[in-house]
């Protein structure tokens, strides 16, 4: 068994597998695993930010048997630069972990795999890896390192991940969900019922896409118009990022794109996606000139009614603890997050930094060390 450590992205298409073979032959594998998802966040992230890929691959003689893609994030203090070590799809992925053979004790290759990173300890300062699921093999793995070596590994409860256990007894659905919630619902459903036609509908052609994820951005932008925290399709960056991932997941089967219209009106749209067996809903938006009707909770509850009807076991609302998740009927868990030192320098002297930014008497130390030069750190 062996490591390799790739610093080409392209290589990371060669050894990562399509779908339909990734999520039959690698363990807890999500969506966001998807080679389509990763392609789509790295062509857009490598050209706001300078980042570098270090994509590890474990083999076994000449079969691939586990991929970790990674990224080095150069980051500077004060005059000091360091290097962090981070998951590809951070930020806009809600679960990442490792990909591993099921055939292979996780234990085992991910044993490997720190090994041969800490052996590599002088091209990186710090690992930041968030969004890790609680229940998972790898946040189990990183646990018990954690005990082991409390001065190398921090963790930190993260985000709620609600989810909805389905079944085919849609009736039985219903019953998790809060009784004044359903209410609500279905009193707004009689209400545009009798002012017109009232139509779930899904994106089931490639043609579909290029519309109705514009005017997923046109709702966005108009329902945080106001706020404190306007949309981020403000930017077109990041609406040219949304719609490439949204092409890549249709390639892959994954696209789950849903909307509710009024008359031909389109009230609300939910972008997420699909494995066959769970939906994510990942991002929704909603016509503020029907605010009134409700009709974001109107569209979960038609997408929940199908999922039922289609067989689906889970409905993921995944990140945030929002109180309108939970009145769903949800089950919670949890997202991890962890920091992983090595033992140079560097590495020590950015774990102070970050525990102690703010202290009067360390950014005095920072201040006389800047005046010195970097050659402390060398």
Request: charged share 30%.
């Amino acid at each position: 068994m062996e490591v390799l450590i790739h610093k080409q992205i392209d290589s990371l298409e060669k050894i990562l597998p399509k779908w339909e073979i990734l999520k039959d032959q690698f363990r807890e594998i999500t969506i966001f695993q998807d080679i389509n998802w990763i392609k789509s966040w790295w062509d857009i992230r490598s050209k706001q930010i300078q980042i570098t890929p270090y994509i590890i691959e474990i083999k076994d003689k000449n079969k691939t048997i586990g991929i970790i893609p990674l990224y080095i994030l150069p980051i500077r203090f004060a005059r000091f630069g360091f290097r962090i070590l981070k998951p590809i799809g951070s930020e806009t992925s809600d679960y990442l972990i490792p990909i591993l053979s099921k055939e292979y004790s996780p234990e085992e290759l991910l044993s490997f795999v720190l090994k041969k990173i800490y052996d590599d300890k002088l091209s990186w300062d710090c690992i930041k890896w968030g969004d890790v699921p609680g229940d998972s093999s790898f946040a189990n793995y990183l646990n018990n390192q954690f005990e082991k070596n409390r001065s190398l590994i921090e963790r930190k409860k993260a985000d709620s991940c609600p989810f909805l256990v389905l079944n085919n007894d849609v009736e039985e659905v219903k019953h998790k969900l809060d009784e004044s919630l359903l209410k609500k619902i279905l009193s707004k459903e009689r209400k545009l019922n009798k002012k017109g036609t009232l139509t779930y509908s899904k994106v089931i052609t490639e043609q579909e896409i290029v519309p109705v994820m514009n005017k997923f951005f046109e709702l966005h932008c108009e329902r945080w118009a106001k706020t404190d925290t306007p949309s981020k399709f403000l930017q077109l960056e990041e609406r040219e990022h949304a719609m490439l991932a949204a092409k890549n997941l249709f390639k892959s089967n994954l696209l789950f794109l849903a909307y509710l219209s009024h008359n031909n009106e389109i009230l609300a749209v939910e972008f997420g996606m699909s494995d066959g067996k769970k939906i994510y809903l990942y991002l929704p938006a909603f016509n503020i000139k029907f605010r009134n009707y409700s009709v974001g909770n109107l569209l979960n509850y038609y997408i929940i009614l199908e999922a039922c009807k289609e067989g689906y076991d889970v409905v993921d609302f995944l990140r945030g603890d929002e109180k309108h998740k939970h009145e769903w009927g949800t089950i919670e868990k949890f997202n991890v997050k962890y920091e992983l030192y090595n033992r140079s320098i560097k590495s020590f002297f950015y774990k102070r930094i970050i525990h102690a930014e703010g202290n009067k008497s360390f950014n005095l130390f920072i201040k006389i060390l800047s005046a010195m030069g970097r050659r402390v750190l060398k």
